[in-house]
Nanobody, 114 residues
Framework: VQLQASGGGLVQPGGSLRLSCAAS????????IGWFRQAPGKEREWVSCISSSDGSTYVDSVKGRFTLSRDNAKNTVYLQMNSLKPEDTAVYFCNARNILSNFWGQGTQVTVSS
């Protein structure tokens, strides 16, 4: 059972990245998938969540810029991040949870800098 986050990198302000959260050993369809981030010296912050019924919620600071989506065939959830700002710089983590289980992936670094 594994949850793998990927897609981070270095991007200029205003740029875009797409993060992926891929599962192996279990099916993401039955889980709510959350994205969290942790900037240096700060606590981990909730960013967004997509429910098992595909309802999405976002922290106010990313609304209108970030979009979650699922590809059930690939057992993957995507976080499309547009109009990135330096304050979006952090390690991003994905989480899969339901009433029975709770899985964390390793982080992927996102750096927004000119």
């Amino acid at each position: 059972v594994q949850l793998q986050a990927s897609g981070g990198g270095l991007v200029q302000p205003g740029g875009s990245l797409r993060l992926s959260c891929a599962a192996s050993g279990f099916t993401l369809d039955y889980y709510a998938i959350g994205w969290f981030r942790q900037a240096p010296g700060k606590e981990r912050e909730w960013v967004s969540c997509i429910s098992s019924s595909d309802g999405s919620t976002y922290v106010d600071s990313v609304k209108g810029r970030f979009t979650l989506s699922r590809d059930n065939a690939k057992n993957t959830v995507y976080l499309q991040m547009n109009s990135l700002k330096p304050e979006d710089t952090a390690v991003y983590f994905c989480n899969a949870r339901n009433i029975l289980s709770n899985f964390w992936g390793q982080g992927t670094q996102v750096t927004v800098s000119s």
